[in-house]
């Protein structure tokens, strides 16, 4: 393709994102992040692949390497972020008491 269509669809994607993100409720952004996540593990198999590449070069292993990194650290950090914003729905206050029987 040419670079000026890539270029097009990418602007285009950009603008469409934005509208579709702005218009979600503060209720669904959570679910949204979780799924979000998971997806983004796909990209962690695309740097596994390109770190697996066996092409006789020093700079491919060494930018694979920094691809599943940065990867890994993208999910790990989205997970504890969703952790986070889940625990500020999480009702706060004493646990339940247990019923217990006179001791025997």
């Known amino acids: 393709m040419e670079l000026i269509l890539l270029f097009f669809i990418f602007t285009l994607a950009g603008f469409l994102g934005f509208e579709l993100i702005a218009k ?59 952790d986070r914003m889940l625990a500020m729905f999480r009702k706060k206050g004493p646990p339940p008491a247990t019923k217990e029987g006179p001791p025997s």
Not at 42 to 56: M, S
Not at 59 to 81: K, R
């Open 24 to 82: 979600v409720p503060s209720q669904l952004h959570t679910p949204l992040m979780s799924g979000a996540n998971a997806i983004s593990g796909i990209t962690i198999v695309g740097a596994l692949i390109a770190a697996g590449v066996n092409d006789r070069s020093w700079i491919t292993t060494v930018l694979g390497t920094a691809a599943v990194t940065l990867a890994m650290i993208n999910v790990i950090g989205g997970y504890f972020v969703t």
